[in-house]
């Protein structure tokens, strides 16, 4: 099972960029998945989460509004809409995803690591001033 993220790079302050996630060695279809970044000297924070269904989506406060979360299931791909970039979304950006399937968890929950049992190898994102 394997989780790769992919598409980070270099954006100007302002502009946008969509990292993926592609899954493969089983269906993600009805697992949470979620995106994490760290940043350099930093430990690994959440950014945002979508629930199985994708019904529900959460985000960190410091890209509310700027960042979505999406996947496609038929394609087993999760992605990440980064709009308005900032300086300090310069970071390393993970996906993972829940291994269990159909599950509901606290709001809060969805923001911990420990959720998440599948993790890609990371995608940088460096955002120009």
């Known amino acids: 099972v394997q989780l790769q993220a992919f598409g980070g790079g270099l954006v100007q302050a302002g502009g946008s960029l969509r990292l993926s996630c592609a899954a493969s060695?089983?269906?993600?279809?009805?697992?949470?998945m979620a995106w994490f970044r760290q940043a350099p000297g930093k430990e690994r924070e959440f950014v945002a989460a979508?629930?199985?269904?994708?019904?529900?989506?959460y985000y960190a406060d410091s890209v509310k509004g700027r960042f979505t979360i999406s996947k496609d299931n038929a394609k087993n791909m999760g992605y990440l809409q980064m709009n308005s970039a900032k300086p300090e979304d310069t970071a390393v950006y993970y996906c993972?995803?829940?291994?269990?399937?159909?599950?509901?968890?606290?709001?809060?929950?969805?923001?911990?690591?420990?959720?998440?049992?599948?993790w890609g190898q990371g995608t940088e994102l460096t955002v120009s001033s």
């Open positions: 993972a995803a829940d291994g269990a399937t159909r599950r509901v968890y606290v709001s809060n929950y969805y923001r911990q690591r420990s959720l998440y049992d599948y």
């Open positions: 979508i629930s199985w269904s994708g019904a529900t989506t």
């Open positions: 060695g089983r269906n993600f279809s009805n697992n949470v």
